[in-house]
C-alpha cells in the first residue's frame, strides 16, 4: 500500500504490527512507544520529512486512551500529578512544532537531535537501574513492596483490591499522595517548569514529551514507576492531541514540505498501539519494576548510539 504523505510502500499488516509489540512493552514503564516508533519510521520505513513527526503524535492519539483506562480503573492516576504534566508540556509541544519546522528540517540533523536526546533518556534510566535505590531507612522501596505484593496476591487468589493511590496535598507548590504505605512528594513548580522544557524537546521530537517526563520522575524525583506510569501517558495524550492540530493548521505555510500528518498510516500505527499499550498497562503490575526499566533503557540506548554513530561516519 502507498502512503502518499510518507511516500513509501509497504504492507498495511506491519505497522499495528509493530507498534503493538513496541508499546506493549514500552507502556509499562509510562512511554507510549513512540520515541521508538519515530526511528522505525526514520530509519527502516524512510520517512524522514516533518511529518514524520506529526504522524508520530497521532499514533499516541489513537493509541493512548486504551492505557489510561487501565491506570484509571485500578486506582493507579495520580490526577495533580496529571494535571501538572499537561499544563507544562503543552505550551512546550507548540513552541517545539515550529522549532522543528523551521530549525530541523533535514533528515540528518534531526537524526542526531534524537540521538542526543535518547542518550540522555537512556543514560538517567540506566543510572538508576544501577543505583537500586532504596529509602533512607534501609526498607524496600515502594516498587519493591508493590511488587512482592502483587506475587503474594496472585498465589493466594485473594478477592482483595491492589493497593491505590491516595493524594495528600495539591496546592500551587506541592503535589503529596501515599503509595503503598509510602508518601512522596515534589515541588509543584519545579514539574511545571520540568514539563514545559521536555515539552519542548517532545514536541520536536514527535512525542508529546511523555517520553521524557517519565524517567525524569522516576530517576530524578524518585517516584514508583507504577504511579507514574498513568499520568504520564495523560500528558503525551493530550499534548499529542495539540500537536497534531497544530502541525496539520501548520502546512499550508509550508507548502515546499510534507508537514501535515499521514492520517492512513498514523491511524494503523495507533491501531497496534492501541492494543499493546492495553495489553501492557494490563500486565504491568505482574512485571518487576527493575525489568521495566532495563527494557526501556535498552532500547533507548541502542537506537541513541546508532543515530549518533551515522551522524559522524
Request: net charge positive; with cysteine; aromatic share 14%.
Amino acid at each position: 500500500m502507498y502512503f502518499p504523505i510518507a511516500d513509501i510502500t509497504i504492507n498495511p499488516f506491519l505497522p499495528p504490527l509493530v507498534a503493538f509489540v513496541i508499546s506493549f512493552f514500552t507502556s509499562m514503564g509510562g512511554v507510549s512507544g513512540a520515541f521508538l516508533l519515530l526511528p522505525f519510521q526514520v530509519s527502516i520505513l524512510g520517512f524522514t520529512s516533518p511529518a514524520v513527526s506529526a504522524t508520530n503524535q497521532l499514533f499516541n492519539v489513537v493509541a493512548i486512551p486504551s492505557g489510561i483506562y487501565r491506570y484509571i480503573k485500578e486506582g493507579r492516576m495520580v490526577w495533580p500529578l496529571t494535571w501538572v504534566v499537561i499544563v507544562g508540556t503543552l505550551p512546550g509541544v507548540l513552541i517545539g512544532g515550529l522549532v522543528r519546522v523551521r530549525y530541523l528540517p533535514d533528515p540528518r540533523n534531526f537524526k542526531m537531535f534524537v540521538g542526543l536526546v535518547l542518550l540522555y533518556i537512556g543514560a538517567r534510566l540506566l543510572k538508576d537501574i544501577l543505583a537500586a535505590k532504596r529509602g533512607a531507612d534501609g526498607k524496600p522501596s515502594a516498587e519493591e513492596q508493590f511488587s512482592k505484593l502483587v506475587r503474594e496476591f496472585r498465589a493466594s487468589q485473594s478477592s482483595e483490591p491492589l493497593p491505590v493511590v491516595k493524594v495528600r496535598e495539591f496546592t500551587a507548590t506541592t503535589i503529596s499522595y501515599d503509595f503503598y504505605g509510602r508518601n512522596f512528594t515534589v515541588n509543584t513548580v519545579f514539574v511545571t517548569t520540568l514539563s514545559f522544557a521536555v515539552g519542548i524537546v517532545g514536541g520536536v521530537y514527535g512525542i508529546g514529551g511523555g517520553a521524557i517526563v517519565a524517567p525524569f520522575f522516576i530517576s530524578i524525583l524518585g517516584l514508583p514507576v507504577y504511579t507514574v506510569a498513568g499520568a504520564a501517558l495523560m500528558g503525551t495524550f493530550v499534548t499529542s492531541v495539540a500537536g497534531v492540530i497544530f502541525y496539520q493548521a501548520l502546512a499550508p505555510f509550508y507548502p515546499e514540505m510534507a508537514i501535515a500528518p499521514d492520517w492512513l498510516l498514523g491511524l494503523l500505527f495507533g491501531l497496534g498501539g492501541f492494543g499493546g499499550m492495553y495489553c501492557g498497562a494490563r500486565f504491568q503490575k505482574f512485571m518487576p519494576a527493575r525489568i521495566i526499566k532495563w527494557i526501556l533503557a535498552a532500547s533507548i540506548l541502542i537506537t541513541a548510539a546508532k543515530y549518533i554513530i551515522l551522524f559522524f561516519s
